[in-house]
């Protein structure tokens, strides 16, 4: 018995499995852009303040422009209640953390307050994103 279909069948989970990360790497179409910010370079906290009235059921922080080391971020709601998220990895360019979902969802967002580890001065300010849906 010849097993020719094996090595199609290898392409094919090969495949799937690259489609799968490629996916993962930017937010699906149903994530609305909340705000965006580029990084202060020296510093290792920022605000992004977030001009919206819709209230959101999960979030993600998007990276442009350069890769930035992600410590924590503090989602700030409507009714001065916080949600933060531990990240403690690196968020390469065009990467997104995990979307996370808020407590007692959906939420009306304020303003995301970010801590990472301090961008080289010198080098391309990385450029957050952040999304909801």
Excluded: E
């Excluded at 930017?26 to 920022?46: C, E, H, K, V």
Aim: hydrophobic share 35%.
């Amino acid at each position: 018995m010849k097993l020719s279909y094996l090595p199609a069948f290898g392409a094919l989970a090969l495949a799937s499995v690259i489609g799968t990360a490629a996916a993962d790497a930017q937010p699906p179409s149903q994530w609305r852009t909340l705000a965006s910010r580029s990084i202060r370079m020296g510093s290792t906290r920022d605000t992004v303040p977030v001009n919206s009235r819709n209230r959101y059921r999960q979030v993600q922080v998007c990276v442009h422009n350069a890769p930035l080391r992600l410590n924590s971020y503090t989602v700030r709601f409507d009714n001065n209640r916080v949600q933060t998220v531990r990240v403690n990895s690196r968020v390469n360019t065009g990467a997104c953390t995990r979307a996370i979902s808020l407590t007692s969802a959906p939420r009306r967002i304020t303003r995301i307050d970010l801590a990472y580890q301090q961008v080289p001065r010198g080098s391309r300010a990385p450029q957050v994103r952040v999304v909801g849906r």
